[in-house]
């Protein structure tokens, strides 16, 4: 049967895959672009996320490195300045502490330090969040610790076809982005994904523009603005709200650094209730920054807020206590009832 | 439509060689029942004894019926999916 360019898109795939679909049509494309990080070359990243790529590219563009993340993420942005194009992977975004000159002094700053004498067009993925029961050293977000520090473009996806976009945006811009996919919306075997990250991909390269936040589910009454696996909590609980006569409108940010104020506050214009949910820690994070903007430009739209975020306590490793400290899908239903009184 | 007229997806080709296990999971479906496949297109992701294969189109047409769904288990000799073929 012929197939017409605008034929509807019937592939899907998980994000791990649409993730590495545009590192690899990336690295064909370019001969400097290169993956490095921890078990990324045999193993294929311990979240699938450069599954096969070793096989395609070799051992030289998909390096397996020490221990020592200070090493080698100095070594990308070295790479970077010198004109590579390097992903450099973070397995854990909990592990930064031991490479934070080199991620925060280093790849945010080197362009203005240099006054513009260098770029540091690098890519810094990184795992994040919690919900498998793998403790306060493995579970942390850290969504606001990179949004808050200049000098960074900061990607947090929540579905296959956003991420194959926005990562094709990430290795072409020339400025350092890291890159932050959530575990629980990889679609691995052994940490199913809820429904909803997986979506029709196309074949074909695309770019998502950063700043650019998606209505995920338009509404009337409330804006739920959140970011990566809780837009599809919030959609979830926006299905069970509709029963209820709650109309929830759902913004995913997609990136948080450039943030897209417009959106939200176009849609805060239209609902006049704001409820924003953060997978970080609730204190000096993203729930306060969108509140805060919010307030500085439409004071007057706002009739009720309410953030829904993690507790301010290390992540524990029991399943109801992380369960009871991490937002959930009842939690945003509360706060949404909470807003309508 | 009989079964004679279509093209099974068997799993037995896909079972890891040193795996022990009889049984095993459908953790992803790439295409829905009614899509058009070509031969060698993906069709599923499985997982045996924590191993993980894709599972390919063996014949171009259309994906006539999925017969084991997503977090779905299997065993050795089990047809995943049916094809008719185009």
Redesign the interface.
């Known amino acids: 049967?012929a197939q017409t360019q605008e034929s509807v898109v019937?592939?899907?795939?998980?994000m791990s895959r649409a993730m590495v679909e545009a590192i690899a049509h990336e690295m064909r494309e370019d001969e400097e672009v290169f993956y490095m990080g921890e078990d990324v070359a045999d193993y294929g990243g311990i979240f699938d996320s450069t599954a096969g790529l070793r096989e395609e590219f070799g051992y030289d563009r998909i390096m397996d490195v020490p221990i020592s993340e200070t090493a080698y993420l100095g070594a990308a942005v070295g790479a970077a300045q010198a004109g590579m194009r390097p992903i450099a992977e973070l397995m854990f975004v909990d592990f930064f502490g031991v490479a934070m000159d080199q991620v925060y002094n280093q790849m945010a700053k080197n362009t203005y330090m240099s006054g513009g004498n260098v770029s540091v067009p690098m890519v810094l993925t990184t795992a994040v969040g919690g919900y498998y029961n793998d403790a306060a050293q493995h579970s942390q977000t850290l969504y606001g610790t990179f949004a808050h520090l200049p000098g960074m473009k900061v990607v947090v996806p929540s579905t296959a076809y956003d991420a194959k976009g926005l990562m094709h945006n990430a290795v072409r811009d020339d400025d350092p982005v890291v890159y932050m996919f959530h575990k629980r919306l990889m679609?691995?075997?052994?940490m199913?994904a809820p429904d909803g990250p997986?979506t029709p991909v196309p074949e074909t390269d695309y770019t998502i523009p950063f700043g650019s936040a998606d209505v995920k589910r338009e509404g009337a009454d409330v804006t739920i603005v959140t970011l990566g696996l809780h837009v599809h909590r919030a959609l979830e609980a926006a299905e069970s709200l509709a029963e209820d006569g709650v109309d929830c409108e759902v913004v995913d940010l997609r990136t948080l650094v450039p943030l897209d104020d417009e959106t939200i506050l176009e849609s805060v214009g239209k609902t006049g209730r704001l409820v924003v949910v953060d997978e970080d820690y609730r204190s000096f994070g993203v729930t306060g920054e969108i509140v805060a903007r919010v307030a500085e430009s439409s004071l007057a739209d706002l009739e009720a807020v309410e953030r829904v975020a993690a507790a301010d306590v290390p992540i524990p490793y029991a399943r109801p206590l992380e369960n009871e400290m991490l937002p959930s899908t009842d939690d945003i239903e509360a706060a949404v009832q909470d807003t309508q009184s | 439509m009989s079964d004679t007229d279509t093209v099974a997806v068997e799993v037995d080709q896909y079972w890891p060689d040193d795996a022990d296990e009889d049984e095993g999971i459908v953790s992803t479906w790439f295409v829905r029942e009614g899509a058009t496949v070509e031969e060698g297109d993906l069709l599923c992701e499985i997982q045996v004894e924590k191993v993980d294969a894709d599972v390919l189109a063996p014949t171009d047409g259309t994906l006539d019926e999925i017969l084991v769904p997503e977090d779905g288990e299997f065993a050795r000799g089990d047809v995943l999916a049916r094809i008719e073929p185009s």
């Not at chain 1, 679609?187 to 052994?190: E, L, Q, R």
Request: proline share 8%; hydrophobic share 35%; charged share 35%.
């Open positions: 049967m019937e592939r899907e795939l998980t679609g691995i075997g052994w199913p997986k």
